[in-house]
């Protein structure tokens, strides 16, 4: 059971950094946040949990069904991770590349403290074990200076893993696979890379967040392993017997000029090779909501709508579905895992394709972050924009790739994904 009070706060943007700089004592952290950023299906403008009193961590054998036994037991809120990796507990595919960030496949926690936003008032909740000193808590955070992040780090020297000869050699190998009939949609991906850095986890993930300004903005420390996401993306929520997919595939790069900017968004509305990427998606997402939904509840509430962030424009999809009470929402999960927005289809084919032509293990990117609330409702971001840091190895990541198709261009393919990765090096770079 856990202990209820409300807080109301006078400016929540400022509350929400000196929570965050609170939150660092511990070393399990998940933190949430919106943006304020306007949602039909949102239900908390930001969230954060900390302090495991239990949790469970593994690889990727047998690890959708160690996860469903968890959450049964628990029976309260739990917060975590599921890598893109975790396909190999689903289908019988494997993860052999190199993987310098050394994350674990699964990762959940029940955690002792939780923050819970929604404009200006605050639930926080303590589970009735743990001593709850909410007014000790609640004056420290307040006392918080910002000045207090303060940390050494090192000149960041962004190495790329695939060149960008290399990078069109293996987009032509996929488009000889899709002219060959063996898929006709691949999300490849590439990483960038630094070695033997200390970067400011904290201070990173705020200046990324600055400058995107995402709605499912993400913050996670595991120990020495720290994830800094600026997603825009949804890849699942369940609400009572609704489940929402909203898959992201189409992106233009955003402009000062009001008009030109306008024109860009058109353009992408209006884009066959970029709908036509959205719908081979969309399709997928429904195929894998139909496993789990009430027959013929699967629809598409929202089709290639465009939607702008501070960085770019996106093309977004909304799929939903209806299931039965009887349905396990850790079912409803894997059987829609990984999401299609980041392998390609048909699934299977694409994912053995991309385990042959990417250099690395994807780890948590291309996975997702999120939550389970005590009656078995889910919200789960894509991890993509993001920073990936083991603390410990002094290696710091991040990944970006588009979905080739049989109408890529290679060239305009390696454009995107500079637009794609221009956040997080000008973070790291600075």
Known sequence: MRTTISHNVENPEVFKQKLLLWSQQFHEVVWL?????????????????????????????????????YQSNCKDWIF????????????????????????PDLFF?????????????????????????????LKDIQQINKSTNQQN??????????????YFEKVNRVLE????????EVNFCQEFYAEDTTINPLETYFKLNEISKPPFATFLRLNDLFLMSSSPERYLKREGHSIISQPIKGTAKRS???????????????????????????????????????????????????????????????????????????????????MGSMTGAPKISAMNIIETLEETKRSLYSGAVGYFTPDGNFDFNVVIRSILYNESNNYVSYSVGGAITAKSDPLKEYEECLIKAKAMRDVLES
């Open 153 to 166: 780090q090192d000149s960041v020297k962004i190495k790329m893993r695939i060149h960008k000869d290399a």
């Open 177 to 184: 696979h899709i002219h060959r009939g063996d898929v006709y």
């Open 109 to 137: 926690f029940q955690p002792k403290k939780l923050f819970l936003f929604k404009g200006n008032h605050v639930e926080i909740q303590y589970l009735d074990t743990v001593e709850s000193h909410l007014k000790d808590d």
């Open 256 to 338: 000062l000029n009001l008009d030109e900017d306008l024109q860009l968004k058109t353009d992408l509305s209006q884009d066959e090779k970029e709908r036509s990427e959205n719908i081979m998606t969309l399709d997928l997402v429904r195929n894998d909501l139909s496993k789990t939904a009430k027959k013929g509840s699967v629809r598409v509430a929202e089709l290639c709508k465009v939607y702008s962030f501070k960085q770019v424009h996106q093309m977004i999809s909304t799929v939903v579905s209806e299931i039965e009470n009887s349905v396990h929402p850790v079912d409803v999960l894997k059987s829609t895992f990984p």
């Open 33 to 69: 946040d919106s943006n304020n950023y306007e949602q039909t299906y949102s239900s908390f403008d930001a969230v954060l949990a900390v302090d495991a009193m239990s949790s469970v961590q593994t690889n990727h054998c047998d690890a959708f069904n160690t996860l469903k036994q």
């Open 80 to 103: 975590g991770y599921l890598t893109y990796d975790l396909k190999n507990d689903v289908e019988p595919l494997e993860s052999n590349n190199f993987d310098g960030l050394q994350f």
